[in-house]
């Protein structure tokens, strides 16, 4: 398609949303308004809506002499609406001040964008949380039987009665005039959401709820993240929704220009401010039942670890503030109850497989690790951090390379990649010891005897961490179903491992079996009486069950469970007859 001219932005609320988007690291460039001028970067640091921008050019003070004199300049970005181009400007208030010259200038007359989209989108960063309410009336058949006539009679008359919907989803981004939301596959959106004529409720963290009227246009699935991706178009916009669509369009660009930076000092954005009564509005995961209170808590950090799998996917770094923050606060959840960790993690069950599985390998090994040894906070955070990414990388791959049952040799060279895939968008991450991040993200799959990847390493090349993550991360993918089978118990597991020494450290196996114990918290079981299944969920110093609680079905935990049984109430459930395989 040929490239378009530049054409004036006409809106006032676009020229400020599209204006925020270039106080984003390296979104800006300044070039003087002359022939065969040249552009420079530049940091655009704040701007006061129709007053004017601020400006930082420590970093091209060959230009100041001439922007004193008065010299014109043009502002150059990118933003996701296209090219933005302004028109002619001139800089004035220049100070030096601690080692920085700050200038400013007045507001733009107007902004040119070239290959403008229907309408400027503001993309929501990871960390930024808007719940989506949406609600429709469903149309269903209903028979009735009109009176003193045979319920087949072939005049039976059909009538029709509504039912109303409601599903609770992400904003991903917001223009305008219409929205991308996710909703969760798993709670029948697919069935209903094609004939949606909808009402939208959007929630902000900081309490603002927006409702709207919209119409679903176009619907993506993504099967391995289980969801389902809506574009929704608004419908009779009012001139003060619209206003107040513009104003939220400008917010999620500040608060996104502010997270795109590592340590930013920009004031976050009102609307996202939390308070504690709004949590339950925003998004699908609040939406959802969790068996316990802690599986409330994981869940909200598998939303983050999806999410960064998607940034990852679009070719965007690691988010190491985020990557920071999320880590303590799984350190927080595995302090405040450690088994109530462990099960939480059968609990967790509506995201990808990479999600659950790093989210199983850091908390086990962070619990390991405690029964070894005490360890420095930052030592534990690194370590908890570097294992709930570990296999992102995989979620970059095609899909289909994990459905095969078995690999071809071309296809398992291909699934190595997504080690050195995950590397290369973790730049930013400074914070993260790099003997901790080789040990476990680069070396966690190597072998003692060299047959791992992705770099054949052997024995003496692996250190503690590495010997240690290995075993807890095989025996979390084994208990995983697979393409070719259901996730297996951890006793067959256990016995993989000890029939395989020459790959596995047998101390660590050995100190596995030792913590975990043969039925690890977390197991489904099977007891004689009346074949009552239950959840393991406590066992005692050593290493037997203390505690379940009762099921009807051997699907994942979802609702709130009965209360646990220990004790005599245990012994009643008779003898322990098998330890259930699992397919989730």
């Not at 809506?49 to 060959?62: G, K, M, Q, S």
């Not at 223009?175 to 959106?189: I, K, M, N, R, Y």
């Not at 060279?413 to 080789?438: F, N, P, Y």
């Amino acid at each position: 398609m040929q490239e378009e001219e530049y054409s004036p932005v006409s809106s006032e609320m676009e020229v400020a949303a599209l204006l925020e988007t270039m106080t984003q690291p390296g979104a800006a460039q300044i070039k003087l308004n002359a022939a065969e001028a040249k552009p420079f970067p530049v940091v655009l640091l704040n701007l006061e809506e129709n007053e004017y921008l601020e400006f930082d050019l420590t970093a091209i003070r060959e230009l100041a002499p001439k922007l004193r004199r008065g010299v014109e300049f043009l502002l150059l970005g990118q933003s996701h609406a296209g090219m933005i181009r302004s028109t002619p400007m001139k800089m004035n208030d220049f100070v030096d001040k601690e080692g920085r010259l700050i200038s400013k200038s007045p507001w733009p007359a107007g902004l040119d964008l070239r290959q403008r989209r229907a309408a400027f989108r503001a993309h929501l960063r990871i960390g930024m949380d808007v719940g989506v309410r949406l609600r429709a009336e469903q149309a269903l058949k209903k028979r009735s039987k009109p009176e003193a006539v045979d319920v087949q009679a072939e005049d039976a008359q059909e009538e029709m009665e509504t039912q109303t919907v409601e599903l609770i989803g992400d904003l991903k981004d917001l223009s305008a005039t219409g929205a991308l939301v996710e909703f969760s596959a798993l709670d029948g959106a697919s069935k209903v959401i094609n004939s949606m004529q909808s009402e939208l409720e959007l929630c902000f963290p900081d309490g603002t709820l927006f409702p709207i009227e919209g119409e679903v246009r176009h619907i993506k699935t993504d099967p391995d993240r289980q969801v389902l991706t809506v574009g929704i178009e608004f419908s009779s916009v009012s001139q003060a929704q619209e206003k107040q669509l513009w104003s939220f369009v400008r917010e999620i660009e500040r608060e996104a220009s502010r997270n795109a930076g590592e340590g930013s000092s920009k004031t976050p954005s009102p609307l996202f401010e939390m308070k504690e009564e709004s949590a339950a509005l925003l998004g699908r995961r609040q939406g959802e039942k969790y068996a316990t209170p802690i599986a409330r808590r994981m869940a909200r950090i598998a939303g983050y670890l999806d999410s960064q799998m998607v940034a990852l996917r679009q070719g965007q770094q690691v988010n190491s503030s985020q990557l920071s923050a999320h880590a303590d606060k799984l350190l927080d959840i595995i302090k405040d109850d450690r088994e109530g960790s462990l099960f939480a993690l059968r609990c967790i069950h509506r995201e990808s497989q990479w999600v659950t599985h790093g989210l199983s390998v850091a908390v086990r090994m962070i619990d390991l690790a405690h029964s070894q040894t005490k360890l420095p906070r930052d030592l534990e955070k690194a370590m908890v951090a570097s294992a709930m990414i570990h296999d992102l990388g995989k979620g970059m791959l095609p899909g289909s390379l994990w459905k095969a049952s078995t690999l071809s040799r071309d296809s398992y060279i291909r699934m190595q990649s997504h080690v050195a895939l995950l590397l290369h968008q973790m730049d930013g991450c400074k914070w993260l010891a790099s003997a901790v991040k080789e040990g476990v993200i680069e070396r966690i799959n190597e072998r003692l005897d060299g047959t791992g990847y992705p770099n054949g390493l052997r024995a003496v090349d692996l250190g503690q961490l590495s010997r240690m993550g290995a075993v807890i991360d095989a025996v979390d993918a084994m208990c995983r179903p697979r393409a070719d089978r259901a996730g297996q118990t951890a006793e067959t597991a256990y016995r993989y491992l000890l029939n395989n020494l020459t790959q596995f450290d047998y101390e660590w196996v050995e100190r596995y079996i030792r913590h975990f114990g043969m039925i690890p918290v977390g197991s489904l079981v099977r007891f004689s009486n009346d074949n009552q299944m239950a959840w393991v969920t406590g066992l005692d110093d050593r290493r037997n069950i203390r505690q379940v609680v009762l099921t009807d079905n051997a699907g994942p935990p979802q609702f709130e469970l009965p209360a646990p049984l220990e004790g005599s109430a245990l012994e009643a459930l008779g003898e322990l007859v098998e330890v259930l395989e699992t397919d989730f």
